[in-house]
């Protein structure tokens, strides 16, 4: 079964940075595409940064040039670091995977960023 735990959210002023982790049991995340989405009360959940099993990466136009995803392969871990932090950025952000074989996504439970002005 798989499952997936972010951790690393928290409350941080305008301008700062804080870096979210996913770490997976069940699958490895350098076999499959894994995503960092978020979502806030009300809208839709969107698509933040995805990296491929390749190591391609892709970034919401929001976030280009603040947010960078990488992945640890050793460790099974995917990381989002979120630089220069802004008050639109708050919201609760989910880990993903879409499995490369069934095409099967896998949510994380979510953790809160909380950006303040």
Not at 57 to 86: E, H, P
Request: glycine share 12%.
């Amino acid at each position: 079964q798989v499952q997936l735990v972010e951790s690393g959210g928290g409350l941080v002023q305008a301008g700062g940075s804080l870096r979210l982790s996913c770490v997976a049991s069940g699958t490895r995340f350098s076999i499959n595409t894994t995503g960092w989405y978020r979502q806030v009360p009300g809208k839709q959940r969107e698509l933040v940064a995805r990296i491929t099993s390749g190591g391609s990466t892709n970034y919401a136009d929001s976030v280009k040039g603040r947010f960078t995803i990488s992945r640890d392969n050793a460790k099974n871990t995917v990381y989002l670091q979120m630089n220069s932090l802004k008050p639109e950025d708050t919201a609760v952000y989910y880990c993903n995977v879409i499995m490369i074989l069934t095409k099967i996504n896998y949510w994380g439970q979510g953790t809160q960023v909380t950006v303040s002005s």
